[in-house]
């Protein structure tokens, strides 16, 4: 079973930038690929982007290309999130989650196994 520990995120103004981690660990940690979700007050859960663990093979949400960021660091069994240009709709609780298998789609909620307790992000205005 997997582990998965979010942090890094807190108060920015609008057009600030945030560094979001997320540590996995466990007796065995070998995903397809990782991925980062947000979940806003009222909201459903949605997809921000995912990078696939071994080829770092990122996509990400429309809204966000440009501004965000995913990458890996393989030996720490670490994912990350640069956010820049933050704007203050993007306020939320930031997930980080594992995909275990290549099938279903990278960017649906029900495909991923594992998930972290979230980090909030809160973007001012």
């Known amino acids: 079973q997997v582990q998965l520990v979010e942090s890094g995120g807190g108060l920015v103004q609008a057009g600030g930038s945030l560094r979001l981690s997320c540590a996995a660990s466990?007796?065995?940690?070998?995903?397809?690929?990782m991925g980062w979700f947000r979940q806003a007050p009222g909201k459903e859960r949605e997809f921000v982007a995912t990078?696939?663990?071994?080829?770092?093979?990122?996509y990400y949400v429309d809204r966000v290309k440009g501004r965000f960021t995913i990458s890996r660091d393989n030996a720490k069994n670490t994912v990350y999130l640069q956010m820049n240009s933050l704007k203050p709709e993007e306020t939320a609780v930031y997930y980080c989650?594992?995909?275990?298998?290549?099938?279903?789609?990278?960017?649906?909620?029900?495909?991923?196994?594992?998930w972290g307790q979230g980090t909030q992000v809160t973007v001012s205005s």
């Open positions: 990078i696939t663990w071994n080829g770092g093979s990122a």
């Open positions: 989650a594992q995909k275990r298998h290549p099938s279903g789609s990278d960017y649906a909620l029900p495909e991923y196994d594992y």
């Open positions: 466990g007796r065995t940690f070998s995903p397809y690929a």
